[in-house]
């Protein structure tokens, strides 16, 4: 199983919604929330105006957090 994304769509995650239900499993407002007090924290960018994320990144980023 390749850990690469096919293309960018398969790995971009626009909105914290997206976001939020790629972490925690569910987009409700609290985790959405989370997300975006996180923000700062978490390695995402703007997309006009829609917080966004690659998937690949949040997982590698994850794996380091874990690790230290």
């Known amino acids: 199983m390749s850990t690469t994304p096919d293309s960018l769509a398969d790995d971009l995650l ?3 919604d997206a976001i939020a239900e790629f ?3 569910k987009a409700t407002s609290a985790y959405r929330q989370r997300v975006y007090r996180a923000k700062d924290e978490l ?3 703007k997309l006009g105006k829609d917080i966004c994320a690659r998937k690949s990144t949040l997982l590698r980023w994850i794996a380091e957090q874990e690790a230290q």
Do not use: K
């Open 14 to 16: 626009r909105g914290a």
């Open 43 to 45: 390695p995402c960018f």
């Open 23 to 25: 972490i925690y499993g």
